[in-house]
């Protein structure tokens, strides 16, 4: 089994930056593919940003120019640098990890979500 931790959540102002970042350990295969995911009150999770160990990325059109998301494949680790942060960008963050290289679909793993929020 793969286990997720989440940190670098919290309050912030709009216009504001936030980095998440998100460590796997357990049963890592590669490759994989680790990413991000949202879900604000009320409404489904939705993606956010995703990326293959070969370094494909996906984002969700909402964040594409302010979001960016890396990796670091030695230490497992994904990595979400959120810029120009907008009040709508508030919700529970979560980090997602799949076995299968893929930015298509999430895997079954996911992390304990981290709270963002982004006042006006």
């Known amino acids: 089994q793969v286990q997720l931790v989440e940190s670098g959540g919290g309050l912030v102002q709009a216009g504001g930056s936030l980095r998440l970042s998100c460590a796997a350990s357990g049963s890592i295969f590669s490759p994989n593919a680790m990413g991000w995911y949202r879900q604000a009150p009320g409404k489904q999770r939705e993606l956010v940003a995703t990326?293959?160990?070969?370094?494909?990325?996906t984002y969700a059109d909402a964040v594409k120019g302010r979001f960016t998301i890396s990796r670091d494949n030695a230490k497992n680790t994904v990595y979400l640098q959120m810029n120009s942060l907008k009040p709508e960008d508030t919700a529970v963050y979560y980090c997602?990890?799949?076995?299968?290289?893929?930015?298509?679909?999430?895997?079954?793993?996911w992390g304990q979500g981290t709270q963002v929020t982004v006042s006006s």
């Open positions: 990326m293959t160990t070969g370094g494909t990325t």
């Open positions: 997602n990890w799949n076995r299968i290289p893929t930015i298509q679909y999430p895997g079954d793993t």
